[in-house]
C-alpha cells in the first residue's frame, strides 16, 4: 500500500535549478528538496548499515554458534 | 555542492520508488500453477472479533453461513459491545455460527488481543474436538467483510503445501459505486493486491491484511507468546512477518475476496491511514528478527516495505515543494508582466505523476470489467491525488506515535 504516491516533482527540481533565486518561494522550496534528499542519504546509511548487520549475523560461524556445533573442520 | 548532492538525492528517492513499482508490476504478470493434490479435508473457523457491529454484522454472517463447504462454522468474538452484536450472533444460524462474549476489564484491548482470546476459547471449550492442527484454518474476518461464495474451494489448494502457514484473500470494497472516494478505495486495494502482493508470492513476502486471512492452527501454534496476535496497531502486518520467519510461506490467493465497507469520509479516512501507519511505524521493531530468521530476497522486501512509511514521510516534502515553486513563480510572472513558467513544469510532473495511472488502470480494468478501460485510466489520474492522503496520514501517524498515543482508534460503520 505504501510506495505508491505520487511522485512528480523532479522536472520542477531541474526548472529550479536555472530559475531565479529572486522569484519568491524558490529558495524555501528547494529546502524543502534539500531535507528530503538528505533524509534519503540518511536512510541509505541506515540501510547499508542493516545490510552489514543481516550479513554479520548470518555468517556461517555464527548461524553454527547459534545451531551449538563447531564451525567446520574439526569433527 | 552539498545542497547539489541533495538534489540529486532527492531525484534517486523517486527514481527507487519508481523502479521498486516497476519491478513489482512485472513480477506481478507472471503466472502460478497450482496442482491439486489430493489431501485431508480441513476445518475452517472464520473470526469475527466484534466491537459494537450490529449495522453490518448479519449480512457478514448470512454470507458465511451461505457458503458452499461441509467443514466450517464462524466464532463471533463480542468484545463487550454496548449494542446488539450479541443478539445479531445469536439470532444467526446456530449449528454454523458460535458466540463468545469477552467482558471488561478483559476486553476492548485491541483487535489482537480479542483474536487470541478467540483461538485460547476455540480450544479450552473443546470447540475443534480432535483435530489436527495443522488441518484446521482460522480465518480473520471484519465484521463487515462479505466472502465470496467460492472462498473456501479457492483457498483449500494452497494449503495442500504443508509449508504453507497462511493465504491472503483479495479486498474488495462493497459500496465502491458510491462515490469517488469509495471508487478509489476499491482501486486501491486491487492494486495493492494484483500488484503488490502478487508479486510478492515470487519474493516470499506477501503480506497478511487483516480482513480474509487464512491461517493454519499449527503456522500460528509456532509463533509462541501469549497468543498469535500482538497488541500492534497493524497485528495482522505483524504476524505475517513473524509467520515468513518461523519459515512459513505466506500465500496470496488471486482468485477469490473479501468485499468490506470503503469510509466515505476524506477526515475519517485519513484517521483509518494514520492508525494503519502508526501501526507500521511500530511494526519497526521486526527488522532485528528479519535480519536474523529469514532469507535473503524476502528480507530485502520486508525491510523496504517496512520502510516505506520513512520514504512517504521524505516524499511528500517533494509535492510540497513542487507547489511552493509554482505558486512563486506564478506571482513573479505576474510581477513582471511575462509567464515564467515553462510548459516543461507542468508537463514533466505530469509525465512522473501520472505515467503510473496507465498501468494502474489498465490493472483495475482487468478486475472492474464493467467499468472499462478509458474510464478506468481516468479513475486512477484521481487515484494518483489520493495518494497523497497517505502524506497527511503519514504526519498525523508521526505526531500520535511522538506524543505516546496507541489508542485504537476504530474505523466508525454506516
Redesign the interface.
Known amino acids: 500500500?505504501?510506495?505508491?504516491?505520487?511522485?512528480?516533482?523532479?522536472?520542477?527540481?531541474?526548472?529550479?535549478?536555472t530559475?531565479?533565486r529572486?522569484?519568491?518561494?524558490?529558495p524555501?522550496?528547494?529546502g524543502?528538496?534539500?531535507?528530503?534528499?538528505?533524509?534519503?542519504?540518511l536512510?541509505?546509511l541506515i540501510?547499508f548499515g542493516?545490510i552489514a548487520?543481516?550479513l554479520w549475523?548470518?555468517r556461517p560461524s555464527a548461524r553454527a554458534a547459534a545451531a551449538g556445533r563447531p564451525t567446520g573442520g574439526g569433527s | 555542492m552539498t545542497g547539489q548532492f541533495a538534489l540529486w538525492a532527492a531525484t534517486a528517492l523517486i527514481v527507487l520508488a519508481g523502479t521498486y513499482n516497476t519491478t513489482l508490476f512485472l513480477l506481478s504478470r507472471r503466472h502460478i500453477r497450482r496442482v491439486r493434490r489430493p489431501g485431508r479435508q480441513r476445518f475452517y473457523v472464520f473470526l469475527l472479533a466484534c466491537l459494537n457491529e450490529e449495522k453490518v454484522l448479519a449480512e457478514s454472517l448470512a454470507r458465511i453461513t451461505s457458503l458452499p463447504a461441509d467443514s466450517f462454522v464462524a466464532l463471533v468474538i463480542d468484545d463487550a459491545s454496548d449494542d446488539r452484536t450479541a443478539e445479531v450472533a445469536r439470532a444467526a444460524d446456530s449449528s454454523r455460527v458460535w458466540l463468545y462474549q469477552r467482558r471488561l476489564p478483559d476486553a476492548r484491548r485491541g483487535k489482537g488481543a480479542a483474536l487470541n482470546a478467540g483461538v485460547r476459547h476455540l480450544r479450552a471449550a473443546g470447540l475443534l474436538g480432535h483435530r489436527a492442527p495443522e488441518d484446521v484454518v482460522i480465518c480473520v474476518v471484519d465484521a463487515d467483510g462479505r466472502l465470496d461464495p467460492h472462498t473456501i474451494q479457492a483457498v483449500d489448494p494452497c494449503f495442500d503445501d504443508p509449508s504453507t502457514g497462511a493465504v491472503q484473500i483479495g479486498v474488495r470494497m462493497y459500496n465502491r459505486h458510491l462515490g469517488l472516494l469509495a471508487r478509489l478505495q476499491d482501486m486501491e486495494f486491487v492494486v495493492y493486491g494484483d500488484v503488490f502482493q502478487s508479486a510478492r508470492r515470487f519474493l516470499g513476502s506477501v503480506g497478511m491484511g487483516g480482513n480474509g486471512q487464512f491461517m493454519r492452527l499449527s503456522a500460528l501454534d509456532t509463533l509462541g507468546g501469549d497468543g498469535p496476535w500482538s497488541d500492534s496497531l497493524t497485528e495482522d502486518l505483524d504476524l505475517g512477518v513473524r509467520l515468513i520467519a518461523r519459515g512459513w510461506r505466506n500465500q496470496y490467493c488471486t482468485t477469490a475476496a473479501v468485499s468490506q465497507q470503503a469510509v466515505l469520509d476524506v477526515r475519517r479516512l485519513v484517521r483509518q491511514r494514520s492508525r494503519w501507519f502508526q501501526g507500521h511505524l511500530q511494526s519497526a521493531n521486526l527488522v532485528p528478527l528479519i535480519l536474523r530468521e529469514v532469507a535473503t530476497r524476502p528480507a530485502l522486501d520486508l525491510l523496504y516495505h517496512l520502510s516505506s512509511p520513512v520514504l512517504i514521510l521524505l516524499t511528500s516534502l517533494l509535492p510540497l515543494s513542487f507547489l511552493v515553486a509554482v505558486a512563486g513563480t506564478v506571482l513573479a510572472s505576474f510581477q513582471q508582466g511575462r509567464p515564467l513558467v515553462s510548459p516543461m513544469w507542468l508537463l514533466g510532473p505530469y509525465l512522473l505523476s501520472f505515467t503510473a495511472a496507465y498501468v494502474y488502470g489498465f490493472v483495475y480494468a482487468k478486475r472492474e470489467r464493467t467499468l472499462g478501460l478509458v474510464r478506468s485510466v481516468l479513475v486512477a489520474h484521481a487515484f494518483i491525488l489520493y495518494g497523497y492522503i497517505w502524506f497527511a496520514a503519514g504526519w498525523w501517524g508521526l505526531w500520535r506515535m511522538a506524543t505516546g498515543k496507541r489508542t485504537w482508534l476504530k474505523t466508525g460503520r454506516t
Do not use: E, K, W
Not at chain 1, 500500500?1 to 535549478?17: I, S
Not at chain 1, 529572486?22 to 524558490?26: E, K, L, Q, R
Not at chain 1, 524543502?32 to 542519504?41: D, R
Open positions: 500500500m505504501y510506495g505508491r504516491p505520487a511522485l512528480g516533482t523532479m522536472l520542477p527540481l531541474a526548472g529550479m535549478a530559475a531565479s529572486t522569484v519568491p518561494g524558490i524555501f522550496a528547494r524543502l528538496q534539500i531535507a528530503a534528499g538528505m533524509g534519503f542519504l536512510y541509505c540501510a542493516l548487520a543481516r549475523l548470518r
